[in-house]
């Protein structure tokens, strides 16, 4: 099958007890048995289910869907895309461990790394991971995992997954990658030698900004390691929300097709604009699309803020990949917890603006940009 065939049909596998075309959600928080024998079968995994926040059909149904479209043996969902990576983390490493992470990280799992981890006993480092020399230099007797994103933010750059993965391999250790801002339709980093890969499936997964939830795939050893560690420490999705993000799940390979192409013309028509100083957008992130995000730096003589207000029909969300298209201000959201210098060093400053692009006709969307661009009063630059 091909991607757009297998990604509405992956759930079609199981095979179906019941007429329903779509699966039934399983609202419940346990499972029946029909006397103490027939539970003792769960024990002896005879039986799937026994308790929701150990296993439900419907989070199930998420793992599964994401691990057919990753190519990977099996996939466990959590509650959010940071519960799918602590589950992950967790799978791999251990009280006394060392990590190895790329700097670039989405600001939430720079803050999970850099601090609750360590509180787990388990140390981070944080590297350019483009400078392999760093990361030759970084690795210590107690590595045990290389982290990196397939597509970072705001700056979108596109992870050498294949490099890393010989790096991983040459130190016995284990590649962990979030491919949430490319999803598989794009890149599927298993192909490239991740062992881990992990997804927020608050964004394009679920896609409807209804969603919070996450998951991670890799070989059925690790997976079911993660699924343990989601389950005791409570972080299991919901039967609803599941539901919800398969769903979503369904079209993502026909919504990311449009948001590609979208934000592909949306970053050329911007690349003409002379009040903006920088466009990002990557240029050969995959053969299917470089993703729906566009990130730019405007031109000093433009205030970001004055700009957020002459968006019109744009609306200022702090996340991405929603139907609509939106912006959002890294400075100030994403990466608040670093320090200014910092910041400056990954190339984000007070005029970065990330672009998430919806599924709205290409030429509405340049307009609407076109428009924010021509009404944002211009100051002299006062440097
Ligand atoms: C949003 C996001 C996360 C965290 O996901 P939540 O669902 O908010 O917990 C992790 N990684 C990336 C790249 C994200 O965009």
Not at 314 to 330: D, N, Q
Request: charge should be negative.
């Amino acid at each position: 099958m091909h991607f757009h065939t297998k990604n509405v049909h992956f759930p079609n596998k199981e095979k179906a007890a019941e007429v329903s075309k779509t699966k039934p959600i399983y609202q419940t928080s346990a499972f029946t048995f029909k006397d103490f024998e027939d539970m003792e079968q769960y024990f002896e995994g005879e039986k799937s289910y026994l308790y929701t926040r150990m296993g439900n059909p419907n989070s199930d149904d998420l793992g599964r869907g994401a691990a057919e479209l990753e190519g990977a043996e099996m996939g466990a969902a959590s509650a959010s895309g940071l519960a799918a990576i602590l589950s992950g983390v967790l799978a791999a490493a251990k009280q006394g461990d060392h990590i190895i992470a790329t700097q670039d990280l989405y600001g939430g799992t720079y803050s999970l790394f850099a601090n609750d981890l360590k509180d787990f006993g388990i140390e981070v480092s944080f590297v350019d991971m483009e400078d392999r020399e760093a990361v030759e230099q970084a690795f210590q007797e107690n590595t045990v995992l290389l982290y990196s994103e397939s597509i970072t933010n705001p700056l979108l750059r596109v992870e050498d997954i294949e490099g890393l993965s010989q790096v991983a391999m040459a130190h016995d250790v284990m590649l962990m990658i979030d491919n949430t801002f490319a999803t598989p339709y794009l890149i599927r980093p298993h192909e490239k030698g991740a062992d881990i890969v992990a997804h927020s499936a608050t964004k394009y997964i679920g896609g409807h900004s209804d969603v919070t939830g996450g998951v991670v795939t890799g070989s059925a050893e690790i997976i079911q390691k993660a699924k343990q560690k989601t389950a005791m420490l409570g972080s299991s999705i919901s039967p609803f929300e599941a539901w919800l993000a398969v769903r979503g799940l369904k079209t993502m390979s026909v919504r990311m097709q449009k948001q590609c192409s979208n934000a592909a013309a949306l970053a050329e028509a911007l690349e003409q604009e002379a009040l903006i100083k920088k466009v990002y957008y990557p240029k050969a992130a995959s053969p299917n699309g470089n993703g729906a995000v566009v990130t730019i730096e405007l031109g000093d003589q433009l205030d970001a803020g004055s700009f957020s207000k002459h968006l019109g029909w744009i609306k200022v969300v702090p996340t991405l990949a929603g139907l609509e298209t939106s912006v959002t201000y890294p400075k100030t959201t994403s990466h608040r917890p670093l320090s200014e210098e910092d910041r400056q060093k990954l190339g984000v400053t007070d005029r970065t603006i990330r672009i998430s692009v919806g599924i709205e006709d290409e030429r509405d969307i340049i307009d609407g940009f076109r428009k924010a661009l021509a009404e944002t009063p211009t100051a002299t630059s006062t440097s």
